[in-house]
């Protein structure tokens, strides 16, 4: 792309052929190699019509992984406070 899309980042050509091919592929997550600001990760799902899709950037899924993995009391907080700057 020659710029980003501001509402989505991609854009709209591209999310209506994500969105067709989910006809052929089923899928309930989507996931971008670049961040993703909150409201590109809404308009996105809002796209979807509301389908349950789970829109996730990288940074995202890395914390996920961690928050699923972590096993002390320590960790997990560390964990969902990395979340919650990650979302601020």
Do not use: C, W
């Amino acid at each position: 792309m020659d710029r980003i899309h501001p509402a989505t980042l991609i854009g709209k050509g591209k999310l209506n052929e994500i969105i067709a091919s989910r006809a052929d592929t089923p899928f309930d997550v989507l996931l971008f190699d670049e961040e993703l600001r909150p409201n590109q990760q809404r308009e996105i799902e809002q796209a979807f019509g509301g389908d349950d899709i789970k829109v996730l950037d990288r940074t995202a899924l890395i914390l996920d992984i961690f928050a699923q993995h972590a096993r002390t009391k320590e960790g997990a907080l560390q964990v969902e406070f990395a979340q919650y700057e990650y979302r601020l």
